[in-house]
């Protein structure tokens, strides 16, 4: 930091709630360079450290985000205007359904046109949600159980999302695939660097039906400037990446992607869109 005379004073008045939230923090150095940049990227920076002088909890929550994970901290300087929703830690801590968590996927894209456009509402939207997750799991404000289940909505909520967007470029109907979560998705024990495990079901058109679904897959894997959804692998099937689609009725089983999970046989081990 090179502050000025006011910032001076300003760093002087948070500086003890600093000290005493540094002092029981992993990795003191990286907290006070992620402060460091944090301040860089708001906006008014002089009023940020006024408002850190008089919330010493807000520090607190700071410290122990910038200490203990730098993918949340590097979502909260990319996205800085987060800070707001982030310190108001009831609110965030409020736990979300997986509809609710979709239909405000829903409401986040529905200003915009394009299908990229809609796909980059959906990165930011997962972003905030990442934080929000990560930050009351640090807080201790979620337990284990409930950390999973909120990153199993979210990636619900997403799937969802991005299969009506692929539906409608493709002019396909609701009726023409289904989706299965399969593994972690599917049993609710999501955790963040989860890789999601997908059942595709023909009902239709195969031809159709493929195109949804590389549609889809593409989707949720594609990486732009706002990062990227989820990883799919779609080659751990004995066919690799694609196999042969069949209506459904004509196959024991449709050919796409299965991911049986050994020792899952609980009835919650698979959900459906």
Known sequence: MAPDGER??????FFPHLLVALSNAAGPDRVLANLDRLIVHMDYPLGFLHYLARNPRTVEILVTLFAGSQFLTEILL??????ERLVETRRMA?????EELYLEAQDCIGAWRTSSEKLDALRRFQSWELLRIG??????????????RQ??????SLVRACLKIAMVAC????DDLTVLAMGKLGGRELNYSSDIDLLFLCNQ???????VGEHLIDSLTRVTDEG????????????ERWGRWYPRGKASWPTWRSTPVPGKSRPCSRRGW
């Open 78 to 83: 990319r996205n800085p205007a987060y800070f």
């Open 135 to 148: 930050a009351c799991d640090l807080l201790n404000l979620y337990d284990l159980p409930v950390v999973t």
């Open 8 to 13: 001076w004073q300003a760093l002087s008045q």
């Open 205 to 211: 058109d195969p031809v159709l039906s493929q195109k």
């Open 228 to 239: 990227f959804l989820y990883r799919v692998d779609m080659r751990l099937r004995p066919w």
């Open 94 to 98: 409020t736990t979300r359904s997986a």
């Open 171 to 174: 002019g396909a109907g609701p």
């Open 151 to 156: 990153l199993s909505n979210l990636a619900d």
